[in-house]
Every structure is written in C-alpha cells, then in structure tokens.
C-alpha cells in the first residue's frame, strides 16, 4: 500500500489570531509564519487581508518571506476582498486565494438572506473571479458540517468545474460526530463529478471537543488536507490542533499517511504561539502541555521507569520534550523516590531509602510537589547524618 501525503493547513494566523486578545503585530505574524515554514506547514493562512490595513500589509509581508509553503489570504465570495487577498499573496511563491460562502439553510435563510440558486451563483463567480489572479484557489462552503449533502456536493461540482483546487469542507460550528463527518467526507468523495480535480480539505472546530476526532474521520474518508492550529487555538472553543493531528498521523497511521512535518520542533511551535499570542497552554493539553510527559502517580512511574512504553505511546523526542518528568507527590511510591535520588549522585541502600521514604512521605503531605531542593535538604539531615 502506497503512503499518501497529507497537507497541513496552518491557520493560527487567522482563525487563531481570532480569538479576543491574541491580536498580532506585523511583525510578529512574519515570524511565526518563518518558524512554521520550517516546521515544514504546507499552507500558512496569513490572515483575512481586506479586514484592516494592518491585516493586508502583514499578509503582504508574510507573502513575501515565506520561502517553501503557499501563503494564502481569506475572502468572502465578494469581488473586493478578492482582488485585495490577490493583491496581499501575490508576491508568494506560492500563492492561494480562499475564497467561499455559507451554504447551510441557516446561512442561507438567515444569515444571507437569499436562495440556494444565488448561492451557487455567487460561489462560482467567486471562484471564476479568484482563478483570474491565481491558479491556486481554495473554496471553503461554511457551516458544511450542517448543509444538506445533496446541495453540498451540487455546489462542489459547481466550483470544481469553475477551477477550484481545493475544496474546503468546515464544521464551522463543531456541529458533527465523526462517523457523520467522516459519512459527508465519503459522500462528497463519492458523488461529486470531477472530484479527482481537486483537493477535499477538513476544516473542524472544537464546540463539542470533536474537532480532531472529525478531521481525522474526514482524513479516513477521503480529505487530504487538514486545517488546523498551533495549541487548537481559535473562536469559541477553537480549531483543530495541529499537534494532535500530527501525531495522530505519525503513531496510528504512518502506514498509510505522511505529512512533512518535522515533528520535533511541535514543542517549541506551541511554546512561540502561546508566548507571542499570550495564550498559555493547558498543562494537560495532549502533546504539548506541561504534563504531557509527567507522571505522579507510584504505579504510572515504577511502569515508566522500568519501561518507557508502559504508560507513554509517544517517545517525547518526537515532540521536541527532553525527558519525561518523574513528579513526586504524595501518590509517589519507592522507585520514584529512588529514581529521583540517583539522578542527583545519591544511589541510596535499601535502608537509606526506607528512611527517607519516611520523611519524604511527611514533606509531600505538606506540600503539592517535592522538588530537588527539598531532597537534598532531606539527604544532608536525614541520609548523609547516618553514613
């Protein structure tokens, strides 16, 4: 079986810089953008340039340092934010044009107030219009995760056959299950003529904690690029996590699916987004959070001591973590206790270790966490005294 590529789309320059607060400079969207095409990202979406001229000249910039991956720019399907996203890429070496309209009854009836005819027209003049500056042009049917499939897969064909080369599928409102995610990503797979012509791309959102779990159904059914953000940052409970995709891909799926990512570097990805967008990261965030590789508990740490893999599936180099953390609490039992003990020089006997045990288990009753400093305490008055 043939390994298939997977292409990532990083959009924390624009869905996660979404979030209230998170506002970016300039200057600091171009080195964020740097860092991720040497992540290896295929796709930065740089923004959303007919927002603000701010929006525009960061997109602009980002255009034109990023050396490897396509910089695109959002639009609606309106022939001004297209003409000013194609002005903001067109310096790329790569460059796209997202373009796209809600296609959902909701949207339709209440939010455009117009007919599913007009939007098939608009969606395809919008598309036409985007073709006239790029080749490269992405067209995104927002709320699809609640549009009817049947009009769903009419208006992909439609943009297809207008030149569309990718075809964004969003659960704008983290809406989906993954089998009925997966089923829309099948069905458009399926039943759309001139589907081979085009790129199906899963773009989830996490209102119900789906977000990775749809994208990766989406993947599995069919889509070969996947939206997403650094730390899953992004409006309302925010986006697909890049990093859980990542490694999603690389430990269950590697078999059937690649993407350039150099994974190592997902620590200090998360680590430069969460700083510059003053985000911190939940430290019990898979992949990436502080705990992600830490373990308190006696049972958890004697397994990990002996072996690794007991009780971690991710070797944490492949994420850029050092080490795994051995914390010692109240939960902490001998070995941890012993482990942690040799790491600073001191090979206690098993006597030695009874008796610090003893003393251990009073100090960390005290307190949430027993650190270096209070070992050594512990050694030099209750170990190093009896030698």
Do not use: W
Not at 188 to 210: E, F, Q, W, Y
Not at 308 to 318: F, L, M, Q, V
Not at 367 to 386: A, M, P
């Amino acid at each position: 079986m043939s390994v298939e590529k997977i292409y990532i789309f990083d959009t924390s320059l624009r869905d996660g810089e979404q979030v209230p607060g998170c506002k970016l400079r300039k200057e600091q969207k171009v080195a964020i953008a740097e860092q991720l095409d040497i992540f290896g990202v295929d796709v930065i979406e740089a923004g959303f340039p007919i927002s603000s001229p701010g929006d525009f000249e960061a997109v602009q910039e980002v255009a034109a340092v990023v050396k490897n991956a396509a910089v695109c720019g959002l639009s609606r399907a309106v022939m001004k934010d297209i003409e000013v996203a194609a002005q903001a890429v067109k310096n790329a070496v790569h460059p796209r044009i997202h373009t796209g309209i809600g296609t959902s009854d909701s949207h339709v009836k209440f939010k455009l107030n117009t007919t599913r005819e007009d939007i098939l027209d608009r969606a395809v003049a919008a598309v036409k219009y985007a073709k006239s500056f790029v080749e490269d042009v992405e067209f995104y049917a927002e709320d699809a995760g609640r549009t009817d499939n049947e009009f769903l897969a009419r208006v992909c064909e439609a943009v297809i056959k207008a030149g569309a080369t990718v075809l964004n599928i969003p659960d704008t409102t983290g809406y989906c299950l993954p089998h009925e995610y997966g089923e829309k990503i099948a069905y458009l797979r399926d039943n759309v003529n001139g589907i081979h012509k085009a790129i199906l791309s899963t773009h989830c959102h996490n209102d119900l904690g789906m977000a990775t779990a749809n994208s990766i159904a989406g993947v599995e059914n069919g889509a070969r690029q996947v939206e997403c953000t650094i730390n899953g940052i992004g409006e309302r409970a925010g986006n697909t996590a890049l990093e859980e995709v990542a490694m999603i891909l690389k430990q269950r799926f590697s078999h059937k699916y690649t993407t350039g990512l150099n994974t190592p570097m997902l620590k200090s990805m998360s680590y430069l987004v969460s700083d510059t967008m003053g985000m911190p990261v939940q430290a019990n965030k898979a992949i990436v959070g502080a705990n992600a590789f830490a373990h308190s508990s006696g049972i958890h740490q004697d397994g990990v001591i002996k072996h690794r893999e007991t009780y971690e599936i991710i070797d944490p180099a492949d994420v850029g973590v050092d080490h795994s953390s051995i914390v010692l609490t109240a939960r902490s039992g001998r070995a941890a206790l012993a482990y942690r003990f040799k790491e600073l020089g001191h090979h206690l006997t098993k006597d030695e270790l009874d008796i610090a045990y003893q003393y251990f288990v009073e100090l960390a009753d005290r307190q949430k966490e027993v650190i270096d400093s209070d070992l050594e305490i512990l050694y030099s008055e209750k170990i190093y005294v009896l030698a």
